[in-house]
């Protein structure tokens, strides 16, 4: 069982693995942020502890994860793994009790085989076309190191404070499937969301990075920050995070640190 640091003002669990990343450049969010523990667990260990038991005295769960892909896969590319029984009815029961939960970055992409993830997080970022509440979608884009200007759209939400109207970011953006009837608009990025300036994940794992040769997909959302009820809980998804360039940001850092103590329910 990890343990838990009950000086801290906020004891999170932190699940990562399924996309690479820089671990010490993430980890050194965390280990900056004023009253905030975090434990960082890997991927599959880490759906192993996504229900009330598993969560005790945690105070919030953080996405960074990128679960229910196999990259691997002999036929496929990604193969799609379905989450286990258990981990769908301990994550539910852990959004029903009302554990609050902040999703990163890539997180949108997890668990492709599972609705109710899509609907909880309030988007989808899809590696393979698929349906998406019943309509056939292309697979996603995404575009890395884009400079863009992040728009404070919410300035009197609690996760938007002390964040200025306007901050420079350069990270990477996605082409996905928004559900923005749904959520609470948070963050919008000034970079222009057309197919033109993204590039197709199938191509990319067929060895064509950075191509969109042949694909298209339809103008997508602005939108890379928001907030939403998930059953019982309040949850945060925040679309910047690739790596060092947002991580070292501290609007970035503020906006992460700002949304735990918002999806927990206590004042930073």
Known sequence: MPIIHHHADLNILVSVRGHPFDRSAFDAIFQAMEGVSATMVDQPAAAR?????GMRGFDALLLYDMPGLDFEHPAERPGIVAPSPELKA??????????????????????PDWDDYG?????RFLYRPALVRGAARPDSGYAHEIAYEARNVAPD????????????????????????????????ASAPFSADRFFSPQHALAGRMHCNDGWDHPPGSDLIGWAKQAL????VYLQPGDGPAAYDRPDYRRLIRNALFWVAGRTP
């Open 119 to 123: 609907e909880w997080l309030g988007g």
């Open 49 to 53: 502890l996504m229900n009330p038991e």
């Open 232 to 235: 019982g809980s309040r949850l």
């Open 157 to 188: 939400h609690p996760v938007m404070a002390g964040i200025p109207a306007t901050f420079p970011m350069c990270d990477e953006l996605y082409l996905a499937q928004i559900f923005e009837e749904d959520v609470t608009p948070l963050l919008r």
């Open 90 to 111: 301990g994550l539910r029961a852990l959004l029903e009790q009302g554990t609050g939960v902040v999703a990163l970055h890539h997180a949108l992409a997890g668990w």
